[in-house]
């Protein structure tokens, strides 16, 4: 079992045509809202994971420890007009994991 911990301060969600998409949304609910992204990339995003560690030498069993690990996740950019920020969507196992402001387009 792992414990993710989100590495990113995030916005609960971005507008498109009216409509507004978020974390647990899935990725046909966003393509349907809010069209083709500009730009589609994967990215490592470094999130704190519990592990467990088994040593023959040791006695009382496996130790748990917590590092930080890369969490493979999909980013979708999407551009919100002339002087507006970005919106960058990660998706996570098949769901949003979360929606930020990346740069502002000139």
């Known amino acids: 079992?792992?414990?993710?911990v989100p590495s990113?301060?995030?916005?609960?969600?971005?507008?498109?045509?009216g409509s507004?998409?978020?974390?647990?949304?899935?990725?046909?609910?966003?393509?349907?809202?809010?069209?083709?992204?500009i730009y589609r990339q994967t990215v490592c995003v470094s999130m704190l994971q519990l592990g467990w560690v088994v040593t023959p030498y040791r006695s009382g069993?496996?130790?748990?420890i917590l590092a930080n690990?890369?969490?493979?996740m999909e980013e979708w950019t999407y551009d919100r007009g002339q002087g507006a920020?970005?919106?960058?969507?990660?998706?996570?196992?098949?769901t949003i994991e979360s929606v930020r402001d990346g740069d502002r387009n000139r």
């Open 1 to 4: 079992m792992a414990l993710l």
């Open 8 to 17: 990113v301060e995030a916005s609960p969600s971005m507008g498109c045509n």
């Open 20 to 37: 507004l998409v978020g974390k647990g949304d899935s990725p046909v609910s966003l393509l349907q809202k809010c069209g083709e992204p």
């Open 61 to 64: 069993g496996p130790a748990a």
């Open 69 to 72: 690990q890369c969490v493979p």
């Open 85 to 94: 920020f970005f919106g960058v969507v990660r998706i996570y196992n098949g």
